[in-house]
């Protein structure tokens, strides 16, 4: 992302050489690519947040689930674990699309 505003200022340093409407339709054009980005970012972290507060809460009812039946652990277990690789799937769904 700095490489990109690196270049939109290099850009909007040579608009002076070159005709103005090319270099307000090239800056605009690097100002896009910022803003995707940006955006793709934004997205991302989101969906790893919502991943991250998904795995806690799993895990914080799967041990009260075991403080409340030690004898069910086994079972639990595989199902917490199941929660778990959901809640993660929506950080990879979030990254990938």
Not at 28 to 34: M, P
Not at 71 to 96: R, T
Request: charged share 10%; hydrophobic share 55%.
């Amino acid at each position: 992302m700095i490489e990109l505003l690196a270049q939109a200022q290099e850009v909007a340093q040579t608009a002076s050489d070159i005709n103005a409407p090319e270099a307000a339709q090239a800056v605009a054009e690097e100002a896009s690519q910022v803003a995707q980005g940006i955006s793709g970012s934004i997205q991302g972290g989101l969906g790893c947040l919502g991943a991250a507060i998904g795995v806690g809460i799993v895990g914080m009812k799967a041990a009260e689930a075991v403080g409340r039946n030690p004898d069910a652990s086994g079972k639990i277990l595989v199902q917490s674990i199941l929660g778990m690789a959901l809640a993660e799937a929506v950080a990879f769904y979030s990254l990938f699309l």
